[in-house]
């Protein structure tokens, strides 16, 4: 009797000696490769044992390729994302059926052999002679498994998989040692497990559970034995016996299966003729894969968490390590998303701009305090068609925005507010502010070289009867344009680039804000409103700006064993004293009180924000918060071509849109519903006295001129090509400057694919 290894099973060396005895070469027929002439075997033997000697003696079996669940903070399901649809599964799990006709078919003498199957060799052999060709291979069910195994590693990699499955003898020689390994290691049924959950079966399927559930909406425990015939038969071709694609070829190959399984006595006869009657019965499920099949409208929050797993060194030190982790998957992961902030989100987005409008809306909406993002979407929806598109508007064009995001408007201006109130200047700081007024001569920049106004660029405000002298409470609250460039001439500009870097604001494309006035007053520059939501929240917090964040936790599951990986947190800084912070929520809350964002109060809850609209009403904003939530609304068009006046949007006709009558209600709508059921807090207000002058209040909604707010003035162009000071008060400009060709990306009718 031979020798024994404790584990069972000839020796690796006795497994080889006796593999080599009957055939040296018979791996080449197993993988259908015909026989050199008999001159040639020698050399080949001779290579051969030296190969087999060499090869390494553990096989490297990657983690299966799994599932990664995506889920809300309430622990809902968002989406299933993967490379690969599998879910591992035990043997125990699996229908007896399932595996009796898999062995039946692919290797019935799968527990009587061991790694190689000589017989089956010897029969392959002599068939093939016969034949003059191949056609009969030899591989048993662990070679098969092993195989499997160097294609999974393989991954995407064309050239990978080219050589995993490439019909060579050298390949079939280090299939047969890793099979012998394998067959010492893990034992008949371990394999037969670990072979069932690898294998395809065509339709995007791995796997036999995923495979049950694709072909008939079930478990792969339930299989039927007719069932379980189908499945077996797809592995040796997936296309050729798909059966959603050829009934008929399927049909005849699964009752080829049955006519196997009860020849080696697997099934009565009887049993198996009357599976080959019943019909396939498929009861097919549609993959389920990806960010576009997200619930709650979360497919731009799917993809921004694909996007910040890619990016971020927590998930692997190189590019190339988070994608061989994303892509191996078996991830659950717990993102920041609140289902009742999201639900509201949407539903007011879609209450107040419909997808086939000629602009689009984005909301995003964060908690002070901690960085989260609770909730995200858009009007158009996540997709390739009309009026959808692939780009996220909420976010920076690294993490799947537009190029440059949006320029915001007035929005900006609380940022210079609080960078001059940081630089000493007091809350009733008053400036002259005239209606017309050229930009200054010099303005004082971080570089140190003084920005000049060579062009003799002007501005105004949005009225002529805005006329100062102002103080900063009504010079916010009415958008005024002039004070805020007096008072950056006075401060100059390192003040608030300062300032916008402790809040984090970057440009779209992640760069800093330029240093010209156009972008440090009147907001010319392009930016996101997850940026946007996530600076405004450092003022309901009283200062501390924290960095966004997405993910809470995230569970991996590889070979049934699950651990935890760390992820990344929020960074909490303070970006200005309590003080200012305070006084800036004394400064907005009277905006939404009385100014140019009264449409966005919320009734019950204290409130603030900042109304913007750009140059030719290409963009509005309203950027708002509570001390317990903050979220930033931007409404537009994503190429920068739709002028927002003699327009239609949710089916509501607006001879001019403005940042507080238009995206203004979103904000309001979507925040009622998403603080439903939260604490009402208050702000620590300050005492600011009343300007000296009072000037009336004009309203909400002025004339639109050339620096036109359209809440009152603001926005104007870009330095370098300016708009000029426009016409007096009633007209709107003509811009002397444009974008440059992908400046933004993704239009109403989908966006460009890049």
């Excluded at 060499?54 to 990657?62: D, G, H, R, V, Y």
């Excluded at 983690?63 to 035990?90: F, W």
């Amino acid at each position: 009797m031979p020798k024994k290894r404790s584990g069972g099973g000839l020796s690796s060396t006795q497994q080889a000696a006796k593999f080599l005895g009957v055939s040296v070469l018979a791996g080449a027929v197993m993988a259908g490769i015909a026989l050199p002439a008999a001159g040639a075997l020698g050399l080949a033997a001779k290579g051969s044992v030296e190969s087999f000697d060499e090869l390494p003696a553990n096989l490297k079996t990657p983690p299966l390729s799994q599932r990664t669940t995506i889920l809300d903070a309430d622990g809902g399901q968002i989406a299933t994302v993967y490379s690969r649809d599998r879910t591992v599964v035990g043997l125990k799990d699996v229908s007896p059926y399932m595996q009796k006709a898999i062995v039946a078919i692919e290797d019935s003498r799968f527990y009587q052999h061991g790694a190689v199957d000589l017989k089956g060799v010897l029969r392959a052999l002599n068939k093939n002679a016969q034949s003059g060709g191949v056609s009969e291979g030899a591989s048993t069910l662990t070679q098969q498994y092993v195989k499997n195994v160097f294609v999974e590693e393989a991954g995407d990699d064309p050239t990978k998989v080219a050589q995993a499955t490439q019909q060579t003898l050298g390949r079939k020689i280090k299939e047969l040692k890793y099979a012998i390994q394998v067959e010492e290691e893990l034992g008949k049924k371990k394999i037969l497990e670990n072979y069932l959950n690898i294998t395809f079966f065509g339709q995007q399927a791995y796997g036999v559970e995923a495979a049950s559930q694709r072909y008939f909406s079930k478990h792969a425990k339930d299989l039927t034995l007719s069932e379980s015939a189908l499945l077996a038969g797809i592995v040796q071709s997936p296309s050729r016996y798909d059966p959603i694609n050829d009934e008929a070829e399927a049909t005849k190959r699964r009752n080829t299966v049955l006519r196997r399984m009860a020849e080696v006595g697997d099934v009565p006869r009887a049993e198996a003729d009357k599976a080959m009657k019943e019909p396939l019965s498929l009861k097919v499920s549609q993959p389920r894969n990806g960010c576009i099949t997200a619930v709650r409208g979360a497919s731009f929050f799917c993809k921004y968490i694909g996007k910040v797993f890619l990016s971020d060194p927590a998930f692997g030190k190189t590019k190339e390590a988070r994608a061989k982790l994303w892509n191996q998957g078996g991830l659950t992961i717990r993102t920041t998303l609140d289902p009742k902030a999201q639900d509201s989100v949407e539903k007011s987005i879609k209450d107040h701009v419909y997808k086939s409008d000629k602009v689009a809306a984005a909301s995003t909406l964060v908690e002070p305090g901690t960085g989260k993002i609770l909730a995200m979407g858009q009007s158009k929806p996540f997709g390739y068609g009309k009026n959808e598109t692939e780009y996220n508007f909420s976010v920076n064009a690294a993490m799947g925005g537009s190029n440059f995001g949006f320029p915001t408007g007035s929005t900006f201006k609380p940022f210079l507010a609080a960078a001059a109130l940081e630089d000493g200047k007091p809350p009733t700081q008053i400036y002259p502010a005239p209606y017309q007024m050229p930009y200054p001569a010099k303005v004082q920049s971080c570089s140190g070289k003084p920005w000049v106004n060579d062009k003799g660029y002007k501005l105004e405000n949005e009225n002529e009867s805005e006329v100062g002298p102002y103080a900063l409470k009504d010079a916010m609250a009415k958008s005024v344009n002039t004070y805020f460039v007096e008072m950056l001439a006075e401060i100059g500009m390192c003040p608030v680039v300062k300032m916008t870097d402790a809040l984090g604001v970057v440009q779209g494309n992640g760069t800093k804000v330029p240093e010209v006035p156009s972008s440090m007053t009147l907001g010319s520059t392009g930016l996101s409103p997850l940026t946007m939501a996530s600076a405004y929240a450092a003022f309901a917090s009283r200062g501390m700006y924290c960095t966004p964040v997405a993910i809470e936790s995230i569970t991996q599951t590889v070979a049934g064993d699950k651990k935890s990986l760390a992820v990344p947190k929020s960074t909490c800084s303070r970006a200005m004293s309590e003080k200012t912070a305070d006084t800036i929520n004394t400064l907005l809350r009277g905006v939404v009180d009385s100014g140019t964002g009264k449409e966005a109060g919320l009734s019950g809850r204290e409130s603030a924000g900042k109304t913007g609209t750009t140059d030719l009403r290409k963009n509005a904003w309203f950027v708002g918060y509570t001390p317990n939530m903050s979220g930033a609304v931007w409404v537009g068009s994503a190429t920068q071509k739709v002028e927002m006046t003699d327009i239609t949007i949710g089916g509501s006709y607006h001879a001019e849109v403005y940042g507080g009558d238009t995206p203004g209600p979103i904000w309001r709508d979507a925040m009622v519903g998403a603080l439903d059921g939260k604490p009402v807090e208050t702000f620590n207000l300050v005492n600011i006295p009343d300007p000296k002058k009072d000037n009336g209040d004009k309203g909400d909604k002025g004339k639109g001129n050339g620096n036109g707010d359209g809440d009152n003035g603001d926005g104007n162009g870009i330095i370098g090509g300016l708009t000029d000071g426009g016409t007096n008060g009633g007209g709107k400009p003509t811009p002397t400057f444009s974008f440059p060709d992908g400046f933004f990306q993704g239009n109403g009718n989908g966006g460009r694919r890049g």
